[in-house]
């Protein structure tokens, strides 16, 4: 049976910001009510009415579980003076609330509303504090009505704020004219939450606004599978599907948004590709500064670099093979090398030679990487500082508010004489063109990267495009090392990369294959590698020594699965280990984490307290040393010794990391890595990931899983192509040289 209580709202006792939940004590006069629901805006201090049905909560007792709800006017002198009390309106606390009504009475908010002016007849009340007082109350009534207008198509409270901050009073109206305006304007709205939205409010599924937003959705999503473009015909018919509507509609969408500046259309090798301006921006520009950095030499006249390589063999007790001493004299000489290889072929040898030759010049050298891992183990590798690339641009929020920005550009560019990028491979074509912007004439730049391993999680085919363009000197090393060649780790990545199937289950040797024949066998056989094998076998630490690398997230051996049972045995529940569940994930003291996503502003400490610092980045590893409910914090200790509290609200930044994809794996080493094969989307059973998930292990690889799954991965190549332009166009530029000749 359906109940109205009405009353002031004394306490919030839990509140979701992000869908509007509620748990409230309210005071009717005669008894305090709790009432529970998705309540779109209530603060303390507020008369408000709910309606709904009581509920015994087995714990908490009576409620009132809330179906509707509304703000009413106080009825009361006192009720007044606890809403002007509450803190919502700026300038006035529980004094001033008491002074106002005792001059105005019931007229007082009509008073704030209507007639401000009449506010400086109270004492401690001037013009600006009067005019401060209406426009914050104002303010709330505006957002009350926004949230409640909201509230009815499905929209959280969080959200709410967002689309009320951006659109102000012409919230309503705007959003009733094009609510997929949403999509573009307010971050975390994307195309199909617009479109639920959309939908709700009536509006036409054939809707030019739907269709162009639409498109740009279907377009992120070329994006996200790696792709810098769409081929038209394809992306046309994809689209249709996804909106259900005809072709000829998308067709005038896309005509329409070219028109506006927001797609590039162009021919790329005879099929018309479709770009979105950042993607096509970014592709012709890092063209443009390849070519621009590419025509500076070198005075080498000087410096007798025959002699200097020998000064570094002998001071660093190294023989150098001829490649590698190519690579140095190449990257001596000319303004932009590429150097290529796979594991075991002296990468860190040159450089680390490259470093001393240039150190001994005087010159100003840079290192960075893609990743936190990847330029940590740069740092290890040098003995000199490596930053990730963000850093190295000093990304952080824009002087004018509106949103992170690369503070090193083509107006304020790096000073430094020799520019040393690793791993390479992961840099994608957005990133790229941030860190050539930020690179001058007469630098040298030196890019280092294994062009077999995965390319990037972002859009994009940077390392491979600039080495096939033949537009800039690539050295590509291909011998292995005599120490490296009695790692079956280096010899067996060296056959996957051939085609060929990897040499196991020699004693002695650091490579192995247990056959299964199920997922079942699989999950069983990985976790008693992790509990029981591998530890009695070297003494491996299961948390801190063994990774787990899986080709996806999804199955019963990908990572979502593989950490719940892995966490259940390597961490399990106790009295004494403090737990936190968020949405489907639940995290304990103890559990291996991964950060996922860059968080340049997050504050952390060092061990010994005295050092700090901020930012922790996507693919960083640690570990969970405490939960606080109380002050709602999850602290963490990252393997490089740094200490960083979480609020729960920031807890969707991590994940479990007992296993990871081995596309998070790139960039990082792990003393030893199990890798499961079985059935996947062939698109994620190829031979780079296999490559690249052997390429992560330091001391041990331990492959679990069906043999043809292994040939499958070996045989395919062909899920890799992405659409790219960058190769286009530099070697169109190329070739347009040669005929020039």
């Given at each position: 049976?359906?109940?109205?209580?009405?009353?002031?709202?004394?306490?919030?006792?839990?509140?979701?910001?992000?869908?509007?939940?509620?748990?409230?004590?309210?005071?009717?006069?005669?008894?305090?009510?709790?009432?529970?629901?998705?309540?779109?805006?209530?603060?303390?201090?507020?008369?408000?009415?709910?309606?709904?049905?009581?509920?015994?909560?087995?714990?908490?007792?009576?409620?009132?579980?809330?179906?509707?709800?509304?703000?009413?006017?106080?009825?009361?002198?006192?009720?007044?003076?606890?809403?002007?009390?509450?803190?919502?309106?700026?300038?006035?606390?529980?004094?001033?609330?008491?002074?106002?009504?005792e001059k105005f009475g019931m007229d007082s908010l009509d008073i704030i509303r209507y007639n401000p002016d009449r506010l400086t007849e109270v004492s401690g009340i001037g013009p600006k504090k009067a005019k401060d007082i209406a426009e914050t109350y104002e303010q709330q009534r505006e957002i009350k009505e926004v949230?409640?207008?909201?509230?009815?198509?499905?929209?959280?409270?969080?959200?709410?704020?967002?689309?009320?901050?951006?659109?102000?009073?012409?919230?309503?109206?705007?959003?009733?004219?094009?609510?997929?305006?949403?999509?573009?304007?307010?971050?975390?709205?994307?195309?199909?939450?617009?479109?639920?939205?959309?939908?709700?409010?009536?509006?036409?599924?054939?809707?030019?606004?739907?269709?162009?937003?639409?498109?740009?959705?279907?377009?992120?999503?070329?994006?996200?599978?790696?792709?810098?473009?769409?081929?038209?015909?394809?992306?046309?018919?994809?689209?249709?599907?996804?909106?259900?509507?005809?072709?000829?509609?998308?067709?005038?969408?896309?005509?329409?948004?070219?028109?506006?500046?927001?797609?590039?259309?162009?021919?790329?090798?005879?099929?018309?590709?479709?770009?979105?301006?950042?993607?096509?921006?970014?592709?012709?520009?890092?063209?443009?500064?390849?070519?621009?950095?590419?025509?500076?030499?070198?005075?080498?006249?000087?410096?007798?670099?025959?002699?200097?390589?020998?000064?570094?063999?002998?001071?660093?007790?190294?023989?150098?093979?001829?490649n590698q001493k190519e690579a140095i004299k190449q990257a001596f000489k000319n303004s932009i090398t590429v150097i290529t290889g796979g594991p075991g072929t002296g990468k860190t040898t040159i450089v680390n030679?490259?470093?001393?030759?240039?150190?001994?010049?005087?010159?100003?050298?840079?290192?960075?990487?893609?990743?936190?891992?990847?330029?940590?183990?740069?740092?290890?590798?040098?003995?000199?500082?490596?930053?990730?690339?963000?850093?190295?641009?000093?990304?952080?929020?824009?002087?004018?508010?509106?949103?992170?920005?690369?503070?090193?550009?083509?107006?304020?560019?790096?000073?430094?004489?020799?520019?040393?990028?690793?791993?390479?491979?992961?840099?994608?074509?957005?990133?790229?063109?941030?860190?050539?912007?930020?690179?001058?004439?007469?630098?040298?730049?030196?890019?280092?990267?294994?062009?077999?391993?995965?390319?990037?999680?972002?859009?994009?085919?940077?390392?491979?495009?600039?080495?096939?363009?033949?537009?800039?000197?690539?050295?590509?090393?291909?011998?292995?090392?005599?120490?490296?060649?009695?790692?079956?780790?280096?010899?067996?990545?060296?056959?996957?990369?051939?085609?060929?199937?990897?040499?196991?289950?020699?004693?002695?040797?650091?490579?192995?294959?247990?056959?299964?024949?199920?997922?079942?066998?699989?999950?069983?056989?990985?976790?008693?590698?992790?509990?029981?094998?591998?530890?009695?076998?070297?003494?491996?630490?299961?948390?801190?020594?063994?990774?787990?690398?899986?080709?996806?997230?999804?199955?019963?051996?990908?990572?979502?699965?593989?950490?719940?049972?892995?966490?259940?045995?390597?961490?399990?529940?106790?009295?004494?280990?403090?737990?936190?569940?968020?949405?489907?994930?639940?995290?304990?003291?103890?559990?291996?984490?991964?950060?996922?996503?860059?968080?340049?502003?997050?504050?952390?400490?060092?061990?010994?307290?005295?050092?700090?610092?901020?930012?922790?980045?996507?693919?960083?590893?640690?570990?969970?040393?405490?939960?606080?409910?109380?002050?709602?914090?999850?602290?963490?200790?990252?393997?490089?010794?740094?200490?960083?509290?979480?609020?729960?609200?920031?807890?969707?930044?991590?994940?479990?990391?007992?296993?990871?994809?081995?596309?998070?794996?790139?960039?990082?080493?792990?003393?030893?890595?199990?890798?499961?094969?079985?059935?996947?989307?062939?698109?994620?059973?190829?031979?780079?990931?296999?490559?690249?998930?052997?390429?992560?292990?330091?001391?041990?690889?331990?492959?679990?899983?069906?043999?043809?799954?292994?040939?499958?991965?070996?045989?395919?190549?062909?899920?890799?192509?992405?659409?790219?332009?960058?190769?286009?166009?530099?070697?169109?530029?190329?070739?347009?040289?040669?005929?020039?000749?």
């Amino acid at each position: 049976m359906s109940k109205i209580v009405q009353g002031i709202v004394k306490e919030i006792i839990f509140q979701n910001e992000e869908n509007g939940y509620v748990v409230a004590e309210v005071d009717t006069g005669e008894e305090d009510v709790v009432v529970v629901g998705y309540i779109p805006i209530i603060n303390v201090g507020e008369t408000m009415s709910f309606e709904g049905r009581t509920t015994v909560h087995p714990i908490y007792g009576e409620q009132l579980q809330v179906v509707s709800s509304k703000q009413v006017i106080p009825v009361s002198l006192e009720g007044i003076v606890k809403y002007l009390s509450s803190g919502l309106i700026k300038g006035i606390g529980p004094k001033m609330a008491e002074k106002i009504v005792e001059k105005f009475g019931m007229d007082s908010l009509d008073i704030i509303r209507y007639n401000p002016d009449r506010l400086t007849e109270v004492s401690g009340i001037g013009p600006k504090k009067a005019k401060d007082i209406a426009e914050t109350y104002e303010q709330q009534r505006e957002i009350k009505e926004v949230m409640i207008f909201l509230s009815q198509f499905g929209v959280s409270t969080a959200y709410a704020v967002k689309i009320f901050k951006k659109y102000g009073d012409k919230t309503i109206e705007f959003l009733r004219e094009n609510p997929y305006r949403l999509a573009d304007d307010i971050a975390g709205i994307g195309f199909k939450m617009a479109d639920t939205i959309a939908k709700r409010m009536g509006i036409d599924p054939k809707s030019p606004y739907r269709i162009m937003c639409g498109i740009k959705y279907s377009l992120t999503q070329y994006n996200l599978e790696g792709h810098t473009y769409a081929i038209r015909e394809e992306f046309i018919d994809r689209t249709s599907k996804i909106l259900g509507v005809d072709k000829s509609m998308v067709e005038d969408g896309i005509i329409t948004l070219t028109i506006n500046g927001q797609l590039h259309q162009e021919n790329i090798n005879g099929n018309i590709a479709i770009f979105p301006m950042p993607f096509f921006y970014a592709e012709t520009g890092v063209c443009k500064k390849l070519i621009e950095l590419s025509a500076t030499s070198f005075d080498s006249s000087n410096l007798d670099i025959e002699e200097e390589i020998k000064k570094i063999e002998s001071n660093e007790d190294i023989d150098l093979a001829e490649n590698q001493k190519e690579a140095i004299k190449q990257a001596f000489k000319n303004s932009i090398t590429v150097i290529t290889g796979g594991p075991g072929t002296g990468k860190t040898t040159i450089v680390n030679s490259i470093i001393k030759l240039f150190e001994g010049q005087n010159l100003k050298i840079g290192l960075a990487a893609p990743t936190g891992r990847a330029a940590k183990r740069l740092t290890e590798t040098t003995g000199r500082e490596a930053k990730t690339i963000h850093r190295l641009l000093e990304y952080s929020f824009s002087d004018d508010g509106t949103g992170m920005a690369f503070m090193k550009n083509g107006e304020d560019p790096l000073s430094f004489d020799v520019i040393i990028i690793d791993e390479v491979s992961m840099v994608d074509i957005l990133l790229m063109y941030h860190l050539l912007k930020a690179i001058i004439p007469g630098t040298r730049v030196i890019l280092v990267g294994d062009v077999d391993q995965l390319p990037s999680v972002g859009a994009g085919n940077v390392l491979k495009d600039i080495i096939e363009s033949g537009i800039v000197n690539v050295v590509r090393l291909t011998e292995i090392f005599r120490q490296a060649r009695e790692s079956m780790i280096v010899v067996n990545a060296h056959r996957i990369n051939k085609g060929l199937k990897p040499q196991v289950n020699i004693k002695d040797k650091d490579f192995f294959f247990l056959q299964k024949k199920n997922q079942d066998n699989i999950l069983d056989t990985i976790k008693e590698l992790c509990i029981r094998r591998l530890p009695e076998f070297n003494n491996y630490d299961p948390s801190k020594d063994i990774q787990v690398l899986t080709p996806m997230k999804n199955s019963k051996i990908g990572t979502i699965n593989m950490n719940k049972e892995l966490q259940s045995i390597l961490n399990p529940q106790s009295k004494e280990k403090e737990e936190k569940k968020v949405g489907d994930k639940l995290f304990r003291v103890g559990d291996k984490i991964m950060q996922i996503k860059n968080n340049y502003n997050i504050k952390w400490k060092s061990k010994d307290g005295l050092r700090d610092g901020e930012g922790v980045f996507n693919g960083d590893i640690g570990y969970i040393t405490a939960i606080d409910e109380e002050e709602k914090l999850l602290s963490v200790c990252f393997d490089d010794e740094k200490y960083v509290d979480y609020d729960f609200s920031s807890l969707d930044e991590i994940e479990l990391a007992y296993s990871i994809t081995i596309h998070k794996s790139q960039g990082s080493e792990f003393p030893v890595v199990i890798i499961p094969l079985c059935w996947g989307p062939p698109m994620l059973l190829n031979k780079n990931l296999l490559y690249t998930a052997v390429t992560r292990a330091r001391e041990l690889v331990v492959l679990v899983g069906m043999e043809k799954y292994l040939s499958m991965m070996i045989k395919n190549e062909g899920s890799l192509n992405r659409n790219s332009g960058l190769g286009f166009r530099l070697k169109r530029i190329m070739d347009e040289e040669l005929l020039s000749f």
